[in-house]
């Protein structure tokens, strides 16, 4: 796994504090690592913002048992993109 790509998607996921897990309920920093590890292995700098957006949803789904629209993730996944891109 890139570590960029990591680093990259553990600062967006940690914003978006899926299910609000870091604001609201005290659970450490890397609640999201494992989350963040999966996307990072599934995603690269040419993966576009609806793949990136399937991904998240797919990934939130398996870790979390929630089956989500990936339309949710549109906009945590175009920072994806766009920082993945610099």
């Known amino acids: 796994m ?9 600062k967006h996921i940690d914003e978006y504090d899926y299910m609000e897990l870091l604001s609201s309920c005290g659970c450490p ?5 494992i989350e963040s590890e999966h996307i ?7 993966s576009d913002t ?5 991904i998240i949803a797919k990934t939130f ?10 339309k949710k993730f549109l906009e945590i996944a ?3 993109r766009i920082d993945l891109t610099e």
């Open 2 to 10: 890139d570590g960029k790509i990591f680093e990259i998607v553990k």
């Open 29 to 33: 920093k890397d609640e999201f690592d």
């Open 40 to 46: 990072s292995r599934l995603i690269n700098p040419e």
């Open 50 to 54: 609806g793949e990136i957006a399937e």
């Open 61 to 70: 789904e398996k870790y979390f048992g929630n089956p989500e629209n990936p």
């Open 78 to 80: 175009e920072k994806i």
